[in-house]
């Protein structure tokens, strides 16, 4: 019977929870690497107990934990990140240039179809690969050089890479975002990139419709339909249905359009998934009720969520990367929060159940769908 | 020259040791060669006590020896004799820091 694994990234550890195909019962076993960041784990698609994670402290720095046996038992491969060539300088904070410092993997994406290729996205925003299983990483340089790099500037939590999608018609067309950058694009593996922020507005940089300086939290796409991305911004859902050359809000109805995740169901590509915030200053949801918002509609049209959610008294976050989908039918949907919960719906969201409560803040959760 | 090195304990467990390691360290004893023998003894701790390429100390981490700070000394300073000849432990500890 096929069957789900989570892999939940925490501040404290990482936490691999199965069940079978019902998805009634969980086993939650961990803490991996205990008393560790883990800001992101994440199985390859082409051999699911080929596992990667990022684990890291402010202590002992970066390490890369790569597993074969889908998390039963992990080895350090090599944590050494370097800048190709001169890394030059990016904005900081108070406007003048800094130089490029590596400090954390924000997001691993490994290759649809080779377990041992893998993308890093990092900050100081940049990308890396390995294509040795983790043993070397090597910068994609032309991301950082391709003209605006120099301009970028951090978030309030950093200047990451946080987000990568791969094409899964076409692997040389890769979409990242950084915060706050903006959203960009390569059509030739990684070599050549272009920001595709257009349509975007925020309110937060001098020029609202700059070519980048966008605090980009999470974009999303549907396996089906590669060219229609659907973006959760600083401020406002956007989607795009040319592959990122331009944007449209598709906020709608939605009590507020500040929040971190979004994500797409695994057989509709118009369903999609955001857990509204109230505010950029009030990381919590609105009213203290936590609510799932799914739009049937590829946006504008949405419908809170909330069987099986704390309805009162919740002022928990769920950050960009603690929500996934799963690709059993029906779609389970999953995220975590900063209060140590993680929520399953196997019902593509309409009801849902807490299946771990009282694990340290969540940083990310990825589900893996298993033979 | 066999000099022994306390780790803090998560180190130890990427290490994948129990307790204190001995390294082997060949000349003169200095700060920077205990690291460079600890680091070859155990590669998976390259990266973690000091950066890969400037070989600066993390910020994080201290270096103690025989009740001696000596996180802010130079690669090149020779160790104190009980280091070298074995009877303290060179420290390697994590900063007091909340969280």
């Keep these: ?371 | 020259m066999s000099v022994r090195v306390e780790l803090p304990a998560h180190l130890r467990t990427l290490a994948r040791v129990g307790g204190e390691v001995t390294v082997d360290v060949s000349g003169t004893v200095t700060l920077g060669a205990v690291l460079d023998a600890l680091e070859r003894t155990y590669p998976v701790l390259r990266g973690t006590i000091r950066d890969h390429v400037t070989h600066k100390r993390r910020p994080f981490v201290r270096f103690f020896a025989c009740e001696e700070d000596l996180s802010h000394e130079p690669p090149d300073l020779t160790l104190p004799d009980a280091i070298a000849a074995g009877r303290e432990p060179f420290l390697v500890v994590g900063a007091l820091a909340g969280g």
């Design chain 1, 1 to 371: 019977m096929s069957g789900v694994r989570l892999l939940v990234g925490t501040r404290k550890g990482a936490f691999v929870l199965t069940a079978d195909g019902k998805r009634e019962h969980w086993s939650v076993e961990g803490p991996h690497f205990g008393g560790w960041e883990l800001y992101h784990l994440k199985g390859s698609p082409a051999d699911p107990n080929r596992l990667y994670a990022s684990q890291g402290t402010s202590w002992f720095g970066q390490l890369i934990q790569r597993s074969n046996d889908g998390g039963k038992t992990w080895e350090a491969v090599d944590n050494k990140f370097l800048y190709d060539g001169v890394a030059g300088t990016h904005q900081w904070y108070d406007g003048t240039p800094h130089p490029w410092e590596f400090k954390r993997v924000w997001h691993l994406e490994p290759s649809h179809a080779d377990p041992d290729a893998v993308y890093a996205g990092v900050e100081d925003a940049a990308m890396f690969r390995t294509t040795d299983g983790g043993r070397s990483w090597h910068e994609l340089p032309g991301l950082r050089n391709h003209g605006t790099g120099s301009k970028w500037q951090p978030g309030a939590g950093g200047l990451c890479l946080h987000t990568i999608l791969i094409d899964p018609s076409n692997a040389q067309r890769i979409f990242i975002a950084i915060s706050a950058a903006g959203a960009f694009r390569t059509d030739d593996g990684g070599t050549t990139w272009k920001p595709i922020n257009q349509g975007l507005r925020s309110d937060h940089i001098p020029d609202k419709t700059a070519e980048v300086g966008h605090c980009v939290h999470r974009i999303a796409l549907h396996r089906s339909r590669p060219n229609t991305l659907f973006m959760q911004k600083h401020w406002d859902v956007m989607r795009s249905d040319d592959g990122g050359e331009s944007w449209r809000e598709v906020s709608g109805n939605l009590p507020t359009d500040f929040g971190f995740p979004i994500d797409v169901h695994a057989h509709e590509p118009e369903t999609i998934y955001v857990v509204p915030i109230k505010s950029d200053s009030e990381h919590y949801p609105p009213d203290g009720k936590l609510r799932v918002y799914r739009s049937r509609t590829g946006g504008d049209e949405w419908e809170p969520l909330t069987k099986g959610l704390p309805q009162s008294d919740c002022y928990v976050n769920v950050l960009r990367d603690a929500m996934s989908v799963d690709a059993l039918d029906r779609c389970g949907v999953y995220f975590g929060t900063t209060g140590g919960q993680v929520y399953a719906s196997a019902d593509a969201g309409d009801t849902w159940e807490p299946i771990a409560e009282h694990l340290p803040a969540v940083l990310s959760v990825e589900a893996q769908t298993l033979p």
